[in-house]
């Protein structure tokens, strides 16, 4: 249970400068159920976007896509319910407890100063977790299914007396069980403590997109650490490098794709990575795992309280001195009014 080889890309405390400090993640993340990922709204379309196959496969086709906002959403409000159930979400400037994607952040809580904000009255803080939009692995065509939804008579069946079929209310169209998305996350100077709670985030979240009892179940896996001080390759690149593989190795690629088999060919893909420009260090399985056994032993019942109220109180100092500067300002505008 250590995360020390990652001691060199870790900040030792949080600051407000950035020094280069860089960590990527490989996260694959799976349907594990119907998956519904709209721009916006009922009846627009499924996010899909239309790329070169692979780096030696020019053809193209259309991927769906998984927009950042779809991933990082429900990851910052998985956090926030722990940090809401410890009291640890702030009070707004106006009383009002942190939001997410209101005018009024707190600027105060782990979330704010890990995920970034920007307030309405001039404040920001940048993220320093950073994420693109994933691809999946198989075309739209392969991975989308329709099912019609049918007006039922009131005898109960979709046929009136007559034996006509009923009209189709609707088309709904959806992401099958079992598609892949391969996705590249960075964090830039973040500490240990800050390093745990992005990764229980990934980790623990399990419902994406359109949500209900039945749809948007996904499942994160983390695939690869990287240290270093640039960013890994993106994640359309290791999506493209990933179907050249299955391409070179004649194996097929329609769904479902074995998970074995994708794992595999991931692994093969980003095991060059470390020769890249700025990327220092890759973890090993063993010490992969042992930072996953790290992050479940600082997530689990018995720690989860004590983790994330340390993590809390390492900001305690910015807290004050953001508090001085607000006050200030506000002497300054009275002052000016006057
Ligand atoms: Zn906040």
Redesign the pocket.
């Known amino acids: 249970m250590s995360i020390e080889q990652l001691t060199p890309f870790f900040a030792p405390t949080y600051e407000n400068f950035p020094k280069g400090r860089t960590i990527g993640l490989v996260v694959l993340r799976t349907s594990l159920s119907e998956l519904i990922l709209r721009t916006e709204g009922t009846g627009e379309p499924m996010c899909r976007e239309f790329v070169q196959a692979g780096q030696t496969d020019k053809r193209v086709v259309q991927r769906l896509v998984m927009t950042k906002r779809k991933q990082i959403a429900p990851e910052r409000r998985k956090g926030r319910e722990h940090l809401r159930a410890q009291n640890l979400?702030?009070l707004n400037k106006d009383g009002v407890a942190?939001a997410l994607n209101t005018n009024a952040?707190?600027?105060?809580?782990i979330?704010?100063f890990l995920y970034g904000?920007a307030a309405g009255g001039g404040g920001a803080q940048k993220s320093r977790v950073w994420t693109e939009d994933a691809f999946s692995i198989l075309t739209a065509t392969e991975t989308l299914s329709d099912r019609t939804i049918n007006a039922i008579f009131e005898n109960g069946t979709m046929r009136d007396e007559k034996g006509n079929p009923s009209t189709a209310l609707n088309t709904s169209e959806y992401i099958k069980p079992g598609v892949h998305f391969l996705d590249v996350v960075t964090l830039k100077d973040v500490t240990a403590d800050e390093f745990r709670y992005v990764l229980g985030n990934i980790l623990l979240t399990s419902r994406y997109g359109a949500v209900s009892s039945r749809v948007g179940r996904m499942e994160n896996q983390i695939l690869g650490i990287f240290g270093g001080i640039a960013e890994l390759p993106s994640s359309l690149e290791l999506v493209q490098a990933v179907h050249d593989h299955f391409i070179i190795n004649n194996k097929p690629l329609e769904h479902p794709l074995d998970n074995g088999e994708l794992i595999a060919a991931t692994q093969a893909v980003i095991s060059s990575w470390t020769t890249r420009r700025g990327i220092s260090v890759q973890l090993s399985n063993d010490e992969l795992e042992a930072v996953i056994a790290d992050i479940d032993h600082h997530w689990s019942d018995a720690e989860r309280e004590v983790f994330l109220q340390r993590l809390d109180a390492s900001y305690e100092s910015f807290r004050q001195v953001s508090e001085k500067k607000s006050k200030g300002k506000k002497k300054e505008t009275v002052e000016a009014g006057n």
């Open positions: 979400l702030r942190c952040p707190c600027e105060m809580c979330d704010c904000f």
